[in-house]
């Protein structure tokens, strides 16, 4: 079964790609398995994904919505219900690049 795909109402992910970042030690040789979630960052939720082998950060955007002339970004009491499906993690801002993965 495939992870539902984020709304559809939703621009593209920022481009923040670097393809030729550093080599990262075990975890880089594996093809990233990326999982949608809700990026928490003071308390605000943005929608997001990341790789549940190395927890790298894929990409994220804000919780919008359409509406007359354009998009508006979603109360984050809506983004919760909407997405209350979505793994949450909380993370220290967007600047970070990899999710704390759960030890298991
Ligand atoms: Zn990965």
Same mark, same amino acid.
């Given at each position: 079964?495939?992870?539902?795909? %984020? !709304? ?6 920022? &481009?923040?790609?670097?393809? /030729?970042?550093?080599?990262? $030690? ?20 943005? %929608? !997001? ?6 927890? &790298?950060?894929?990409?994220? /955007?804000?919780?919008?919505? $359409? ?29 970070? &690049? ?7």
């Amino acid at each position: 079964m495939k992870n539902k795909e %984020l !709304g559809n109402d939703i621009p593209k992910y920022k &481009k923040k790609t670097k393809s /030729n970042c550093s080599k990262s $030690k075990s975890k880089s040789d594996h093809k990233h398995q990326n999982k949608d979630c809700l990026l928490i960052v003071e308390n605000r939720p943005y %929608l !997001g994904s990341y790789c549940t082998v190395c927890g &790298k950060i894929r990409g994220w /955007n804000y919780c919008l919505e $359409k509406c007359e002339g354009g998009y508006r970004e979603l109360p984050k009491e809506e983004v919760y219900s909407k997405y209350k499906d979505l793994e949450q993690i909380a993370i220290k801002d967007l600047f970070v &690049k990899y999710v704390p993965l759960k030890a298991d």
